[in-house]
């Protein structure tokens, strides 16, 4: 693997890390898993996640950050791809920050029937009213060499955020395109406007192919780069769960969701 396909640690001035690896599958029995990608990027005076997770991604968030020498408070700002409940959640972890989010995509979400979408209601409502929320747009600079690009189609106001570098862009897509397959077949999983979909993945390529060694980190999937204008992974997928199966708490069952 040469350098231009490996995931760049630092682009830009910034510090790169994949905190959390998205996942692209969902679970059959108990519904999405959920499983979303979460970067940090830190640089020019700035510690930033692009999207924070849900729930169930706390405490790994949490001691990823602890790992780095970081606290929960060190971060200052939080970038939102979009407002369904497995990307936003945890800004209220990051309260104290700077919490960045389309504001079209914000009063779209303000609007969904409760219980019957992805998006948290009332994480949303607390987020309309937050001191520290940044309501941004397309096409603008969010961070230093950061910038905004609209992506509907999985939602009205989604994002991706290009990291704009001299010799190579690093182009966070969060569900605008989820994983590999969806960037093959042109065709978006979960989509309110089939027609904003298919705009928005061909931006996505046009992105892509602008400057060579670009890396894309899609929203539920491993980081990719192009080689002969096919998508190749960077990095290693784990995706490995821990069951109570046997008698005692002491016997555990490791299934690893990773496949060939």
Not at 49 to 75: H, S, T, Y
Not at 196 to 220: E, Q, Y
Request: aromatic share 8%; proline share 5%; net charge negative.
């Amino acid at each position: 693997m040469t350098a231009s396909h490996e995931m760049p640690s630092i682009a830009s001035g910034y510090m790169i890390d994949i905190l959390v690896h998205g996942y692209p599958g969902r679970s059959v029995c108990h519904g999405s898993l959920g499983w979303s990608t979460i970067a940090l990027l830190r640089g020019h005076g700035r510690v930033a996640l692009i999207d924070v997770g849900a729930f169930g991604v706390r405490n790994i968030l949490i001691k990823k950050l602890q790992a780095l020498g970081l606290q929960p408070e060190d971060v200052t700002d939080v970038i939102l791809t979009h407002s369904h409940y497995d990307h936003a959640i945890n800004w209220t972890l990051f309260s104290h920050a700077n919490i960045s989010i389309n504001g079209d995509e914000l009063d779209w979400a303000l609007t969904a029937p409760w219980g019957r979408t992805p998006v948290p209601e009332l994480y949303m409502e607390a987020l309309a009213k937050w001191v520290t929320l940044q309501r941004i747009q397309p096409q603008q600079e969010v961070l230093p060499q950061l910038r905004a690009h609209a992506a509907p189609g999985h939602t009205p106001g989604h994002l991706i955020f290009v990291l704009e570098g001299q010799d190579r862009d690093i182009i966070f897509t969060g569900d605008a395109a989820k994983n590999r397959a969806e960037l093959l077949s042109l065709t978006a999983d979960m989509s309110l406007s089939v027609g904003d979909s298919a705009g928005t993945f061909d931006h996505i390529w046009s992105l892509w192919r602008h400057k060579p060694g670009n890396v894309l980190v899609p929203g539920h999937d491993l980081p990719m780069v192009l080689d002969a204008d096919m998508p190749r992974y960077v990095g290693e997928r784990d995706g490995t769960i821990t069951a109570w199966l046997g008698d005692t708490l002491e016997k555990t069952t490791e299934i690893n969701l990773y496949v060939t």
